[in-house]
């Protein structure tokens, strides 16, 4: 019945939030929809790329996506449909086996898999790699609490696959349950085997085993002024207040959690296996929360910019542990079979509010969406489509983007260019990185980009397309007025390009007459 009951509510919500899709969103789909129709690796048919911070994501909606030319062309959003579906049922599922590894009751499941889909911050990054995380977290969780080393590796090479920076969780929650650790190298092997080949194939065919996006994110430290990843939370906070408060709210309750069970075994000392045992078998839960603190304090380290996708693993693995120690740690340890103190209900009743609450503020986001919760591009995805389109056929050798590439790239299908769709402008990256960078940064460039062409150069585009911010009208039939809940009305201009100066910005653009 959970099962089933989060299908639905997850075809629900992607009903709900499926016209509202952000940009990188769109980078993803992309990817997607080149696989499917021509086995291609890029973000624009023209070129190859390594921009996709999520392969596993792509090959799956690639997969579906071809599956959809059954009923006549390639339908990514509606394989993306299917992939979020399928992501709900499979963390509903991993809750049942962390409710029999815990013996939980089963409204505690319910209210972890609602706090998992209702997030805001996810619900605003549908069509990233974010809906994968919610599964594959509790998932790794299960696997650990019921001890199996090679189920345990499968899963953490998904989470590789997903995302590389998911390592953290994996190789905390792997030294913080005792049945992983003490035959770890099972784990190891299975977790290379199925995360191996995708690894070795990128950094031989394709330039890089990283995706080109880590050097890319780096190369934005600074870019957003005084904001980064640990003041981000605060800047959202001040736009949104209540939407991020409740997003946030579970995760700091998990961080609680945490803290006070590690200071309990602290306190408890050697006894504490014999004096909490309960408790004790917690271990993996709160190793899962260590590895949310860990995650968080490595991108604050990094000072990467504060993308709110950021921080939905975090929030997500944070939000599992206030679910499971809430409950919990309210359990009456005795001889006789395991009884659950009515008291218990009182933070579960808590999170389920906050649930509740949650639902409310997406709703009041409109039905369906407009615009994501968390939002910040320069133009709807409609808006953004409806360019894309009159772009198809006008832009010759490429032109370069306004800033925001995926929505124009997915509907165009032409060459827009920027550090995401043109390799050669990555290659530039790599170079200065490798001229300029620490002695540690450099010597990691140097084995990831070993098998890269240095000698490929940027393209050069004739045309560039402009965004300007304002009400003001741009009459002609190259520029087009656009709409954006975070930046209002604004217009984008196709103008040419004479030279390859302009490209830096060194000409003054010429109108497209």
Same mark, same amino acid.
């Given at each position: 019945m959970?099962?089933g009951?989060a299908?639905?509510?997850?075809l629900?919500l992607f009903?709900?939030?499926?016209?509202?899709?952000?940009?990188?969103a769109?980078i *993803?789909?992309?990817?997607?929809?080149n696989?499917?129709?021509?086995?291609h690796?890029?973000? =624009?048919?023209?070129?190859?790329?390594?921009?996709?911070t &999520?392969?596993?994501?792509v090959v799956v909606?690639g997969?579906?996506?071809?599956?959809?030319?059954?009923g006549?062309g390639i $339908?990514?959003?509606?394989?993306l449909?299917?992939?979020f579906v399928?992501a709900g049922?499979? *963390?509903? /599922?991993?809750?049942?086996?962390?409710?029999? @590894?815990l013996?939980?009751?089963?409204?505690?499941a319910?209210v972890?898999?609602?706090?998992?889909? #209702?997030?805001?911050?996810l619900?605003s @990054?549908?069509?990233?790699?974010v809906?994968?995380?919610?599964?594959?977290? +509790?998932?790794?969780?299960?696997?650990?609490?019921?001890?199996?080393?090679?189920?345990?590796g499968v899963?953490?090479? #998904?989470?590789?696959?997903?995302?590389?920076?998911l390592?953290?969780?994996?190789?905390i929650?792997?030294l913080?349950?005792?049945?992983?650790?003490r035959? /770890?190298?099972?784990?190891?092997?299975?977790l290379?085997?199925?995360a191996?080949?995708?690894?070795?194939a990128?950094?031989?065919?394709?330039?890089?085993?990283i995706?080109d996006t880590?050097? =890319?994110?780096v190369?934005?430290?600074?870019?957003?002024?005084?904001?980064?990843?640990? *003041?981000?939370? =605060?800047d959202?906070?001040?736009?949104?207040p209540?939407?991020?408060?409740?997003?946030?709210?579970?995760a700091?309750l998990?961080?609680?959690?945490?803290?006070? /069970?590690?200071?309990?075994?602290?306190?408890?000392?050697?006894?504490?296996?014999?004096?909490?045992?309960?408790?004790?078998?917690?271990?993996p839960?709160?190793?899962l929360?260590a590895?949310?603190?860990?995650?968080?304090a490595?991108?604050c380290?990094l000072?990467v910019?504060?993308? $709110?996708?950021?921080?939905?693993?975090?929030?997500?693995?944070l939000s599992?542990?206030?679910?499971v120690?809430?409950?919990?740690?309210?359990?009456?340890?005795?001889? @006789?079979?395991a009884?659950?103190?009515t008291?218990?209900?009182?933070?579960?009743?808590a999170? @389920?509010?906050?649930a509740?609450?949650v639902?409310?503020?997406?709703?009041?986001?409109?039905?369906? /969406?407009?615009?994501? +919760?968390?939002f910040?591009?320069?133009?709807?995805? &409609?808006?953004?489509a409806? +360019?894309?389109?009159?772009l198809?056929?006008?832009?010759?050798?490429g032109? *370069?983007?306004?800033?925001?590439?995926g929505?124009?790239?997915?509907?165009?299908?032409?060459?827009?260019l920027d550090?995401?769709?043109?390799?050669g402008?990555?290659?530039?990256l790599?170079?200065?990185?490798?001229? !300029?960078?620490?002695?540690?940064k450099r010597?990691?460039?140097a084995?990831?980009?070993l098998?890269?062409?240095?000698?490929?150069?940027?393209?050069r585009?004739? !045309?560039?397309?402009?965004?300007y911010?304002?009400?003001?009208?741009?009459?002609?039939?190259s520029?087009?007025?656009?709409?954006?809940?975070?930046w209002?009305?604004?217009?984008?201009?196709?103008?040419?390009v004479?030279?390859?100066?302009q490209?830096a910005?060194?000409?003054?653009?010429?109108? +497209?007459?």
């Amino acid at each position: 019945m959970l099962v089933g009951g989060a299908g639905l509510a997850s075809l629900l919500l992607f009903l709900l939030v499926r016209e509202s899709l952000t940009d990188d969103a769109y980078i *993803t789909l992309a990817y997607a929809k080149n696989l499917a129709l021509h086995l291609h690796w890029g973000l =624009i048919p023209q070129e190859t790329a390594n921009t996709a911070t &999520s392969p596993l994501e792509v090959v799956v909606l690639g997969a579906l996506s071809a599956v959809t030319r059954i009923g006549g062309g390639i $339908h990514p959003v509606a394989a993306l449909g299917v992939l979020f579906v399928v992501a709900g049922t499979v *963390t509903a /599922w991993g809750w049942t086996r962390v409710m029999r @590894a815990l013996d939980l009751p089963w409204w505690t499941a319910a209210v972890g898999v609602a706090l998992a889909l #209702l997030n805001p911050f996810l619900l605003s @990054a549908v069509g990233l790699e974010v809906i994968l995380v919610p599964a594959l977290l +509790v998932l790794l969780l299960a696997m650990a609490l019921e001890g199996r080393p090679a189920a345990f590796g499968v899963v953490a090479g #998904l989470m590789l696959l997903t995302r590389l920076d998911l390592l953290v969780f994996v190789v905390i929650v792997g030294l913080g349950t005792e049945a992983i650790r003490r035959r /770890w190298p099972r784990a190891l092997l299975v977790l290379a085997a199925v995360a191996g080949p995708w690894f070795l194939a990128s950094w031989l065919f394709l330039g890089s085993a990283i995706p080109d996006t880590l050097v =890319i994110k780096v190369d934005e430290v600074g870019g957003f002024g005084e904001l980064d990843y640990l *003041t981000g939370p =605060i800047d959202y906070l001040r736009g949104r207040p209540w939407d991020v408060s409740l997003a946030f709210a579970p995760a700091l309750l998990g961080l609680a959690a945490t803290v006070a /069970w590690l200071g309990t075994r602290v306190v408890a000392g050697r006894d504490w296996a014999a004096r909490a045992p309960w408790a004790a078998r917690l271990g993996p839960v709160v190793a899962l929360g260590a590895g949310a603190v860990a995650y968080y304090a490595v991108y604050c380290v990094l000072s990467v910019p504060p993308y $709110h996708w950021y921080y939905i693993p975090p929030v997500a693995a944070l939000s599992l542990v206030a679910v499971v120690v809430g409950v919990a740690w309210l359990r009456q340890p005795s001889g @006789a079979p395991a009884r659950w103190s009515t008291a218990a209900v009182v933070p579960v009743a808590a999170l @389920a509010a906050l649930a509740i609450g949650v639902l409310v503020a997406d709703l009041a986001q409109g039905v369906p /969406w407009r615009s994501p +919760v968390i939002f910040g591009n320069y133009a709807s995805a &409609s808006d953004y489509a409806r +360019v894309g389109l009159a772009l198809r056929g006008r832009v010759g050798a490429g032109v *370069t983007s306004p800033g925001e590439i995926g929505t124009l790239a997915y509907f165009c299908e032409c060459p827009i260019l920027d550090k995401f769709s043109d390799r050669g402008e990555v290659v530039e990256l790599v170079e200065r990185d490798l001229d !300029y960078g620490n002695p540690l940064k450099r010597a990691a460039l140097a084995v990831n980009y070993l098998w890269l062409d240095r000698d490929e150069k940027p393209r050069r585009p004739g !045309y560039q397309l402009i965004y300007y911010r304002g009400p003001e009208t741009k009459p002609g039939p190259s520029s087009w007025t656009v709409w954006s809940a975070a930046w209002g009305i604004g217009h984008l201009e196709l103008t040419r390009v004479p030279g390859a100066r302009q490209r830096a910005g060194l000409v003054d653009p010429q109108p +497209v007459q």
